[in-house]
């Protein structure tokens, strides 16, 4: 399929790359026996977000995505 310019084949490649990602980490997650979810699909909670401090989180590579009762779900890039 011809792209009408270069910006139309970024966004095709950028797709592309990030559903390469996407597969990526779930077949991670189901080597170590984890949980996946695409986060894209998934409704954040934002209090749960405000849990771990910003600068913690990027250095971790993590983001809390729910909190219940005592209880939290995490999602991160790398769980090892």
Do not use: C, F, H, W
Request: hydrophobic fraction near 45%; aromatic fraction near 2%.
């Amino acid at each position: 399929m011809p792209y009408a310019n270069q910006d139309d084949l970024k966004i095709k490649v950028a797709a592309l790359r990030r559903d390469g990602e996407e597969r990526a980490a779930e077949r991670l997650a189901k080597e170590l026996g984890l949980g996946y979810v695409n986060l894209e699909k998934l409704p954040i909670s934002l209090d749960a977000v405000r849990i771990v401090p910003e600068a913690e989180a990027r250095d971790g590579k993590l983001a809390t995505i729910e909190a219940k009762s005592n209880q939290v779900a995490l999602a991160v890039v790398d769980p090892r």
